[in-house]
């Protein structure tokens, strides 16, 4: 019958059709889920001794039941790392696959278990687990901590003001670059005592009074022998000393913030260059590069130029207002036209 046969039924035949077909679809879905129903569940009626002929090991339907419920297995018991055991040991002794995981998780980002009591701290797992396990965990020797075998019997000597302390000579050897107290002062051995080099290059020997170091002309290993210097002030001082162009006098140290006043005593200029600025040549942010020029005072020069053509001497200078006297005087070593 064609679909348009089937418009030729009357409306009250057509509905009757539509039911019946609905009902025969639905009949064919039902017996098909009973009838999967029907076999998965034969095993529910069978006696014993069918069930035992299934299984082949003679066992009950609760013993069979215990070892096997949902595709789970019954946990095993067998000697076991938690440091080295794989996911399929540890689902073997009945721990969950989201446990596992866990553990998996903790060892690959560096975690280690010490000892057994830390393998207590899996999450979800019971005391009665634990305590079943914990006859089972065996944690190799070499996940102890290094400093329990061969840090305990190591003779350190005393820390001195500056200096760290460090192994003994037997075990870091003599080139390690440290001495003792006694020795680095220039006096003699502590009989028993460890002798080490004193490393200079990091903790260089202090400059005495009436000893001066060439302030345009050292680098921070020399800068760090004046006393109360150490790298953090010997980089400021060469970065400064770069962006002046050299030192006019030592007093300029004092511009570097919270400089040790009484380190002074311990600089000399010396022979070192001093870089000029061509006030003509330069343009605004070459100009304003310069320590003692600001952005106005770099503008006022560019526009100076401009409109009066080049300078001849810092007296130009002086009748602008962005240039009070005291600027002009700590300028004018550093200048040229």
Known sequence: MSFREFLYFQKS?????????????VALVAIFFLGRNTTTGTSDVMGPDSL???????????ERSADHLDGVYAPERFNFDPNTADSTQLLRLGLQPWQVRNIMKYRAKGGVYRQPEDFARVYGLTVKQFRELRPFIHISPDYRPASEVYGRHEPYPSARKGYGA??????WGASDGYRSGSQAAGGQAIA???????????????????????LNVADT??????????SYYARRIVGYR????????VEQLLEIEGFPEEALAFFDIGNGPTRHLNLNKLSLSQLRSHPYINFYQAKAIVDRRRLK???????????????????????APYVEF
Not at 13 to 25: G, N, S
């Open 52 to 62: 035992a002929r299934q299984t082949g090991n003679g066992g009950s339907l609760a």
């Open 192 to 214: 028993g005592q460890t002798s080490y080099a004193r490393d200079t290059v990091r903790y260089p020997i202090k400059l005495k009074a009436g000893e001066v170091v060439a």
């Open 309 to 331: 053509g080049p300078l001849h001497s810092l007296d130009e200078l002086s009748l602008l207002d962005e240039f009070p006297a005291q600027d002009l005087e700590r300028l």
């Open 13 to 25: 035949d057509r509905k009757v059709i539509v039911v019946a077909l609905c009902v025969i679809v």
């Open 221 to 230: 290993t020399m800068l760090k022998k004046v006393p109360g210097i150490g």
């Open 166 to 171: 460090r192994p003994s000579e037997s075990h």
């Open 242 to 249: 770069d962006r002046l162009g050299g030192f006019a006098h």
